[in-house]
C-alpha cells in the first residue's frame, strides 16, 4: 500500500472540528455513516453479504472444504478467515502479495469470530478423525472510503449466518444451515484531531493518529482488540470508547438481527 | 460487416438521426467512445473528437459541444492534466537542495525550482521554506510533451497557503460552481464571508471562519450530489 | 472441450436447457460509478456472471520498467474472487488470469489513445465475484465501460461475446452447463461501431460453415449489447 502525503491544513483543520466536537463530514463523534447490508447476493458462495458504509463498500463470501481433523482434535473442524484488498478498492492499494495492512485486516477480523465461539467447530465434523468441515470466509474490498475493518467484520457475520453447508454437493448427507450461535461485532475508533471518534472515514484516516478495534460478543464479552499504527492513549480514553463500543455493537446487531 | 450507425425503423427518430448514417448525432446530447458525430466536411475536431475516414467520432464521454465549426466533446470526468498558465492549487510531495516536487492531482508531479519559488534561501534549505505536507497556490509555468510540469510562484496572489482548507471536486463541476459570469461564486462567498480560491486542477482554497467553511463544504456537496443525479 | 455427445442441452427445435433459441444471450446488467473512489467504474451481471471494474488513472507508471516513453501502459488485473466459483479460488498467482489480464490488455490498448499520456499507467482492476461461463468477456466490456467512465479517450468501446457448440449445434453466450460439455468456444472483441476485431482467441472443433455461423452470432449479440452499454454510460450521467 502506497501512503499517500499527509496534508497539513487537513490536520489541522481536524483539530479545529475537534475542539467544537464537529466532524468533516458533519456527523457526530459517535455517529456511524449510511449503513447497507444485504445478504445472499453472490451466487456461487454458500453465504455471502454486501456492506456499504458510505463510499466503503466490501463483499463477504463464505466456502466449505472437507478437511482432515488434526489429529489432536479429531472432532473438530476447522475456521478460516482472510481478507483481500486487492488494487479495484482505491487508488493506494496495489497488486501483488497481500500486504501487511491487509494481512492485519483479516487477522483481527478472523481473531473476533473465532474468539466470540459463534461457530462451533464440534458441530463441523462429519467422521471423526477422518472428515469434517472447513469454513472458509473470503472478505473483499471493493471500494476503501475509509473503516474496511468494521464493514469486514460486519459483512463477515452476516455472510456466515446465512451460510448454507453444502453437504448435497460433497456427498455428505443433505444440505442444512450453518450453526453460528453467537452475533461477534467489531466497532474501530480512529484518534483525529486529537480524540477519538466512531468509523472513520479515508479523509479521517489520512489526517488521523492511531486506531483500536474492539470486537464484542452477545453479552458484551470482549473478543479481541487491537491497536494499529503510531500512537499513545490513555486509559480513561480507553474506558470512554469501551463504553461507546457497547452501545454501538448493540445497534449493529439489531441490524443483523433484523435481516 | 457493421459500420457506422444504420437507419432502421426502430432508430429513426429524430433524437437518433433519423437520416442514418448521413445525418449526426449532434445538439445538446451525451455522446460515448466511438460515437459517430457525422461527417467531418467543413467542421474541425475539437477536444475529445477525433476524424476517421472522413466522419467525426466521439473519443470520450461527455456532453458534445458545437462552437461554429468546431465540434468537441466535454468530458463529463477525468483526471485534471495541466496546461501552461493554469491557476493550481498543489501539496508538497518531496524536496531536494533546490527544488520543490509538486501534486497536482495530475499524473505527474510537478517541479517547483528554487528560482521559482515563494522567497530565496541558500543552497540545501527548502525544507525551512516549504516542508512535505504543504499545501501552495501556484502557476503552471511550461508543460513538456510528456506531461511533466514545471510550476512557479512568481505573480500575483500565487503563496504557501497557511491557514483554511483544501477541498476536491471533480473539475466538471467548477463551471456550476462559479457560474455565468463568476456570479455563483461571488454569492458564495458573499454569504460565507469566506476567502474562496478555485483553482484549475479541481482544487478549493476556502479560508475564513470555521462556520463560514462549512457552510461552503456544505454547498459544495450539494453540487456533487445533485450533480450525481442524487446518488450518494 | 470435454465434447460429452451423450448430455443434451439443446432440443430438435434448437431451444436450449435453459430456454433461449440458439443466437440469444443470457440476461444483462450493467451500471457505472459503482466504486465510489474510482476515476470510473462498471459492474455488469450476464447470466450469474458478476463483474466489478475499477479504473484509475493515468498516473505515472511504475514500476519504471514498465514505463514507455511515448506512450501509456494499460495495467490491467482480471482477478476472480476466492467466493467467485464453486469450488474455492484459492488467491495469488494464477496463470490462467495472467492470460485473461494480458489478452484483455492487448484488446483494450487497440482502442485507448495511449500516445496522449507518454509514460502514464491506466490501471484497470478486473474482479469476477461471481463466475459463470465467458467471465473473459464480462471482464472485457466491463472495462470498456469503466473506461469511458473515467473519460479515457478511445476510439469505440469493446464488446466481448463468445458463441461456441453444444450437441453439433452452433449457439451463442454458452452458459456454465454448456461451456462444460461444449464442444467448441469462440470468444471475440468487436469495435461495435465498425465491426472490427482486437480480440480473438478458440478452441474446440467447428467446420468452416460452424464458424461463419459462429462469427455472426457474436456480431450480432455485440450489436444488443453495445446499445445497454451507452444506455448504462449515457444514464449514469443524465443530469
Known sequence: MTIPIVPKLLRSHLSDLAERDARIDGRGRWEGRELEVQHSILPRAEGSARVRMGDTIVLAGVKFQIMTPYPDRPNQGGLMCSAEVRPVAGRNWESGPPSPESIELGRVVDRGIRESGCI???????????????????????SDDGNLFDAFALAGITALRNATVPAERFEVGEDYQLSVSKTPMMCSYHRVGGRFVFDATAREELGGDERIHITLGDDNNVHSLQKGLKGIFSAEEFTEIMDNAIERAEELRKIVDEL | MNGGPVARPDNMTKENGAAGPQGNKRGNNLAVPGDDLGDSEGFEPGHGVLVMSGRLKALKKGRIMEKGRLISVEPVHTRYTPRPGDLVIGFIEGCTNNLWFVELGAPFNAILPMSLGPGKVDFGGTRSLMDVGDAILCRVQEVEETHSSVVTMKGMGLRKIRSGVIEEIDPHLLGRIIGKGGETLRRMKAETECRIVVADNGRMWIDGELDGILDVRNRLSEISRVSRGGRN | MGGYGDVQMIDENGVRADGRGPGDIRPITIETGVVPVADGSCRMTWGTNEAI??????????????QRQDRAVLDVAYNMAPFSTTDRMRPGFNRRSREVSKVTQDALESVVLLELYPRSKIRISIEIVSAEAGTRCVGLTAASVALADAGIPMT???????????????VCDLNKEEDNYGEADLPMGILPNSGELVFLQMDGDLSQDEFKQAWKYNMDAAQEIHKLMVEALKEGDSQ
Open chain 1, 120 to 142: 462451533d467447530v464440534d458441530s463441523l465434523c462429519i467422521i471423526p478423525g477422518e472428515k469434517a468441515w472447513q469454513v472458509i470466509l473470503d472478505l473483499f474490498a471493493i
Open chain 3, 53 to 66: 471494474v475499477a479504473v484509475y488513472g493515468p498516473m505515472e507508471a511504475h514500476p519504471r520498467k514498465i
Open chain 3, 156 to 170: 469505440d468501446l469493446v464488446v466481448s461475446v463468445a458463441s461456441g457448440k453444444i450437441n453439433d449445434v452452433v
